[in-house]
């Protein structure tokens, strides 16, 4: 349930994070707003991330995550949910799972994905049933 928009609650937005490198986390990045109040404006940019699970963006607008590389265990890349406005560029990543993205809930919107070395990222993605096809690029 959507709690109503008062003077105390959190918000999270313009936040720039460029060339760091992660190594043994349990999550390489989670980027997590509320429903309702999205984290807003976040760059990740230049970074090498290696952990147990990949990258978790979910309740955000306007997330840009580019030249990033990816190591997981668990063979997942990204998850999104409920999020618009979300490019993602360049990505290297070795993609083995079907399932390596995922992308469900009713507000996703606006959301392209391209990866390094990779013309079609077809057979990688799963779209909930919620998510129009047409709003997913990749």
Not at 20 to 27: D, E, M, P, S, Y
Not at 69 to 81: H, M, P, S, V, W
Not at 102 to 117: L, Q, R, T, V
């Amino acid at each position: 349930q959507v709690q109503p928009v008062t003077e105390e609650t959190p918000q999270f937005k313009d936040i720039q994070i460029a060339n760091i490198t992660v190594n043994g986390a349990l999550q390489a990045v989670l980027l997590q707003g509320l429903p309702e109040m999205n984290l807003e404006n976040v760059k990740i940019s230049n970074s090498i991330f290696s952990a147990h699970k990949g990258i978790t963006i979910t309740d955000a607008t306007g997330v840009n995550l580019s030249s990033i590389q990816l190591f997981t265990e668990n063979g997942k890349a990204i998850e999104i949910y409920n999020s618009s406005k979300v490019a993602i560029e360049n990505l290297d990543f070795d993609f083995r799972k079907e399932d390596a993205i995922s992308i469900a809930g009713n507000k996703c919107s606006n959301i392209s994905i391209s990866a390094e070395g990779m013309d079609s990222l077809n057979g990688f993605v799963r779209l909930g049933e919620d998510v129009e096809e047409n709003q997913i690029h990749f």
